[in-house]
């Protein structure tokens, strides 16, 4: 098993169990937020090489760079259909005020489809459930811009959703997970989609969080001080991977 992360603004892969990691894209522009697919032939990333950011996917086997969306607005990756076919991305490109909505564009390329677009609410790092039926995102506040701010205000607030791509009517559609006032990003499903890992401050300091679809929270890691950022869960549900000062935890 390999973790792909980024240094430098280049992508690089180590091994899960430690070691040497090597460069596996390189450019003079930043490349961020590298994720493999789930059979491992794909890593899909963005890179600002053609402005704000667009999404790209590397065939690991050949080296073929190829990119999939083409927006003015500033995209981030946040996750696979769970039969490799689809990527879900944020956009600011459709909606006011720099806000994203979160689309999924197919990895032979087409037009990307929005899953969610409130046009008053910023929704983002949104992952589909493995069954493919549920859509798990973050949602209000500014976070999505402002994830490396430490400590939380109002303004930096923000809860995890569901949303029932189903369902026919929007009050059903949409279903509130976590409480208000806390910072709350990076949702995460279990291989069975029973449950629901994330990154809260709820307790002050950012900690990895569990909590059942439909159940109470419970904190899985203990940190007192410094960040836990951008985490990341393997497909069978064993190791989660994270940034904390600066270094790869799992």
């Known amino acids: 098993a390999e973790i792909a ?95 994203n909505d979160i689309y999924r564009v197919s990895i032979s390329g087409g037009t990307p489809m929005a899953v969610t677009a409130d046009r008053y609410a910023n929704e983002f790092y949104g992952v589909p459930s493995p069954d493919g039926k549920t859509l798990a995102f973050s949602a209000r506040g500014i976070a999505s811009n402002q994830w490396w701010r430490k400590g939380h205000s109002h303004l930096d607030e923000a809860e995890i959703w569901l949303y029932h791509m189903d369902s026919k009517k929007a009050a059903t559609a949409y279903e509130r997970v976590t409480e208000p006032g806390a910072k709350e990003l990076w949702p995460m499903w279990s291989p069975d989609g029973k449950y629901i890992y994330y990154v809260s401050d709820r307790n002050q300091a950012q900690n990895l969080w569990m909590q059942p679809i439909g159940g109470k929270p419970t904190m899985l890691t203990t940190f007192t001080k410094g960040r836990v950022l951008w985490p990341s869960i393997a497909y069978d549900g064993k190791t989660i991977v994270f940034e904390r000062d600066f270094q790869l935890w799992k």
């Open 5 to 99: 992360f980024v240094s430098g603004g280049d992508i690089w892969t180590v091994p899960a169990a430690g070691g040497e990691a090597r460069l596996l894209v390189s450019h003079p522009d930043n490349e961020s937020r590298p994720l493999y697919s789930p059979d491992g032939k794909y890593l899909a990333f963005v890179s600002s090489r053609t402005g704000n950011g667009d999404v790209y996917l590397l065939t690991i086997e050949t080296g073929a760079i190829k990119r999939l969306t083409y927006d003015d607005g500033a995209e981030m990756l946040s996750g696979w259909s769970r039969d490799g076919e689809m990527l879900y991305f944020q956009s600011t490109s459709r909606d006011i005020a720099g806000m």
